[in-house]
């Protein structure tokens, strides 16, 4: 699985409205940079109470990221 259906397969579990979520990644030579963004109501329910959830999903994508030897990083965009 690709670390940009990982997020989205996370993020779409975790909102009121799926359709709304967009999924972007840009790719460096060492690090991948994954955009996230989801409709303004959801946008709590992706972040979590003190950045909880986001913190979580980070947790997942470095290390689904070290598996492949790459380092990515996500980003929540408003």
């Keep these: 699985m690709e670390m940009k259906e990982l997020i989205a397969y996370i993020a779409k579990a975790l ?3 799926p359709e709304a979520v967009e999924v972007s990644e840009v ?23 003190q950045g909880r959830t ?5 947790t997942i994508l470095n290390a689904a990221s070290t598996k492949i030897k790459k380092r990515a990083v996500l980003e929540i965009i408003e």
Excluded at 28 to 49: F, N, R
Aim: proline share 0%; hydrophobic share 40%.
């Design 15 to 17: 909102v009121d409205d």
């Design 27 to 49: 790719e460096g030579e060492q690090t991948s940079v994954i955009e996230l963004k989801v409709a303004k109501g959801d946008l709590g329910k992706v972040i979590g109470k």
């Design 54 to 58: 986001a913190r979580a999903m980070r």
